[in-house]
């Protein structure tokens, strides 16, 4: 990454779009705490974070999905999600671990299958199950890697739904990477672009779509002239 600047604000939904290889996962390796800093310097809410290990800036509420779902295959979807109430921001005793676990299994549509094994879920519903542990940390901030990927039409304009529902009802912003562009350009309310580990363009998905930087480095002239 190269002197990347950007903001993210509580209520929003923000896209972070770019060719494979620009940085995108980097940044969000870097907001989590995977990977540190070199130079410059990271705040949430107010908070130096620049120093702070993943599990401190989970507990201050920022939570991730990944773009490989890896749930704990040999457990029930109720203890997958129990991981995330029991180390994340909330300080919960048993029993309100166990209705928390079973409030976000049916936010996310699976309380039905909450006695099931992770490895038994298709893919629309291992993504669900990645976003519900993510959920039961407690965020403020969501950081979303590609939760379309390989996802059918009417699965993607469910899981659309999803987003705005965490946004508008549990009051998460979100901040979003994401290559199916018709899904984010509708859905982000601001898009920032990365290529080769720099900041391009940032605006919104309108300005986006046609800025000639974003065409030649991702889009392509096709994209600009259907949207």
Partial sequence: MDSVDFQVSKGEIVGL???????????FNTISGIYGLESGKLEFGGVDITDLPVHRRCKLGIGRTFQVVRPFNELNLIDNVKMGCMFGCQDLGERETQEKTLEILDFVGLRSRKD???EDLNLIDKKKLEIARALATGPRLL?????????DPSEMAASTKLLLRIRDELGITEFWVEHVMRA???????????NMGQKIAEGKPSEI?????????YLGERFAKVA
């Fill in 17 to 27: 779009i770019g060719p494979n290889g620009s940085g995108k996962t980097t940044l």
């Fill in 116 to 118: 099931q094994k992770a």
């Fill in 184 to 194: 984010i350009m509708n859905t982000a309310e601001r898009i920032i672009v990365l």
């Fill in 143 to 151: 950081l979303l890697d590609e939760v379309f990927a390989g996802l």
């Fill in 209 to 217: 779509s046609t800025n000639d930087l974003v065409i030649k480095a």
